[in-house]
């Protein structure tokens, strides 16, 4: 096995202090032991980059369940393998990422056993994180980082792409030429949904509470957007996809589909621009815990999808496509060196990102170029 150190330093969830209210778990750069003996299908991964989610924030708000003090922060990321448990492995010298979650192989549905279903990340289930100079990982949960990205670029992917992956293709059946909504424009998951439905070919909708981040997806190639602010929202997104239709039959353009982060009120939102038997896939709740669903949208034979991450299946073909397609993440900010994770919170907290914030660790480890 090839020579390492014998620890790593490693962003790990430290709880509250009981005087601090509101609630605020700590994130603690830590010294951890790195295994002198790897066990048989472990390999050790040198991390380039490591990126932020959502939930990396829930879990310092106590807002996500199975959080565990001293676990890991972190499900995505991306890096080189150093060395392995077996001197041969062709995997070794190969820059890979890590796949964010455990438990769901292939089913079409959901995780085989729900009960032993994870994500990578400030828990046990499995017990690593991704935020650390170096990773022990089974081998059989890295992935081969595509030749046309970095790994700041590739660092962004698994989770976030999964997750629009599943929403997008597997459970909105997203065609060429469809007309689709995307809720929420900014965020990892929404823009990854966003560059997905394009390069399907997909006529691209878009809601923000910021006109900045309307241009910006149109400049990704969105047909158009509005502000979700206003009331009449609807109304608004309805006229501009019928400014943009060429059907000249005089019947009304509609939605085939909304993939959505808000919750909420949606279904009723929708209810009048989205097609009969049209989908509307929820990733996401971010406005409301609740979904209203009504008499009206059973006789117009809308279907609501809950859609919450993917299998490996899932990821491996969403990976295909992005390298078919030479998909290249959005990048938001770029920080270095763990060091600066507490600023990458205070991003996430503020919500202004514009795509994924990112750690770069140390220089030499961020290979391969991105491909803009």
Request: glycine share 12%; proline share 5%.
């Amino acid at each position: 096995m090839t020579s390492l150190p014998e620890t790593t330093r490693a962003l790990v969830v430290k709880q509250s202090p009981p005087e601090r209210n509101p609630l605020y778990h700590d994130a603690v750069i830590e010294e951890r032991a790195i295994p002198t003996h790897l066990k048989e299908g472990q390999v050790v991964v040198k991390m380039g980059a490591v990126a932020f989610n959502r939930r990396d924030l829930w879990i310092r708000l106590g807002q996500y369940p199975g959080i565990t003090f001293g676990a890991t922060f972190g499900s995505d990321g991306a890096g080189k393998v150093v060395a392995s448990a077996d001197p041969n492995d062709p995997l070794l010298h190969k820059r890979v990422f890590l796949t964010p979650m455990r438990g769901w192989e292939s089913s079409p549905d959901a995780p085989e056993k729900m009960s032993e279903f994870g994500i990578v990340g400030g828990g046990t289930k499995p017990p690593l994180g991704t935020f650390a100079d170096y990773v022990v990982v089974e081998r059989d949960q890295v992935i081969p980082t595509l030749d046309h990205l970095d790994d700041v670029h590739m660092a962004t992917w698994p989770l976030g792409g999964v997750t629009a992956w599943r929403a997008a293709i597997v459970n909105a059946q997203v065609a060429e030429g469809q007309n689709v909504l995307i809720t929420g424009i900014g965020g990892g998951v929404a823009l990854a949904a966003l560059q997905i439905c394009i390069a399907k070919g997909a006529n691209v909708y878009v809601t923000s509470g910021s006109e900045d981040k309307i241009q910006r997806a149109i400049a990704l190639g969105a047909r158009g957007g509005v502000i979700y602010k206003s009331k009449d929202w609807p109304t608004q997104l309805a006229k501009l996809i019928g400014q943009h239709s060429a059907s000249g039959n005089g019947a009304p353009v509609q939605l085939d589909s909304v993939i959505d982060s808000g919750g909420g009120d949606i279904m009723a939102q929708v209810n009048r621009i989205l097609k009969p038997g049209g989908r509307v896939v929820v990733y996401g709740m971010t406005a409301s815990p609740k979904i209203s669903f009504t008499m009206r949208e059973v006789l117009k034979h809308h279907r609501l999808i809950g859609s919450t991450m993917g299998s490996l299946k899932d990821l491996k073909e969403a990976t295909a496509f992005m390298a078919k397609h030479q998909i290249v993440p959005v990048v938001s900010h770029v920080l270095r060196g763990l060091e600066a994770a507490e600023e990458g919170f205070l991003l996430l907290q503020r919500g202004e990102q514009f795509g994924k914030i990112v750690i770069r660790l140390e220089d030499e480890s961020v290979q391969g170029k991105a491909n803009l």
